[in-house]
């Protein structure tokens, strides 16, 4: 999961082969399921166990409002397992909210997910109803620098980036109907469903201009992943794509493991960033200052155990490191 305005955007292919392996082994041990409405949902699931300001060793890096707020307010997509969604209960949880939770306990304060689609999160941050979006967004240079992809157009302030993670792109298709699918080009005459503004998405598009005549490939985008593996489990489409994590996990839970199956390798991989608006170069670094923190105590290491993603693990995180 890029606004996913290329959800995880194309990007740093020479990083590919490190996080080509989580294609077998993350697949195998992902858990989880949710859903996700337009609708203003705020949960502190994520930040609950916050410490007190007082008790935690990086709240002074923290801006003074945000500080005496004791909240941070955080826009997401909250339908993408297992990176964020709702739980039986209906508690936000996930990769993200997890992480946020072990950033609290390092700044003091509680993280508020609010639910959105996907493709509103940056507007969300430039009116400033998020204080950050954080939702398996992939750091591109075009968000960086508020252009978008489609049109190579500006369209607003580019937002900055600490970045925590790593991932590629899947294909997916319905169990044993894989129909010589492996590679993108191999989606030629085919149709796809993806998640409207993704890297999955753009690269449909991009890879649709390279087919012969008469064989285009067909698109049917959705708000969320979980319309678009909806389509595709009823036969609407030859196939689907997200964000690795996700596409692995929607094929070990969906039907009990019986829907859908990977094929192909994963490809662009690229950083997840949380996104902060550029005129707020405080909280960045306050992010950046928690992230580190929680990779050197080992507490970044649980949750990603906890959710079977440490293939894509970072040793730091970097400040607008994506391509």
Known sequence: MTARSTRRTTAARSRLAAVGSLAVAGALILTGCGDQTKDKDKDAGASSAGASVADAPLAAKLPADIRSKGVIKVGSDIAYPPVEFKDASGKTVGIDPDLADALGKQLGVKFEFENGTFDTLITG?????????????????????????????????????????????????????????????????????????????????????????????????FDNDQLAQTRLRAGGADAGSSDFPVAAYAVKTSGGGNDFQLVGEQVEAAPYGIAVAKTNTQLRDALQAAMDAIIKNGEYTKVLTKWGVTAGAVTQAAVNGGK
């Open 125 to 221: 941050l430039r009116s400033k109803r998020y204080d950050i979006a954080m939702s398996a967004m992939t750091d591109t240079k075009n968000r960086q620098n508020g252009i978008d992809s489609d049109t190579g157009k500006k369209v607003g302030e580019g937002v900055d980036f600490v970045d925590y993670f790593t991932a590629g792109v899947s294909i997916y298709t319905p169990k044993g109907k894989d129909q010589g699918i492996k590679t993108w080009a191999d989606l030629c005459g085919k149709k796809i469903v993806v998640q409207r503004g993704t890297v999955s998405e753009d690269l449909a598009k991009s890879e649709a201009k390279k087919c012969p005549k008469g064989k285009t490939i067909a698109m049917e985008s």
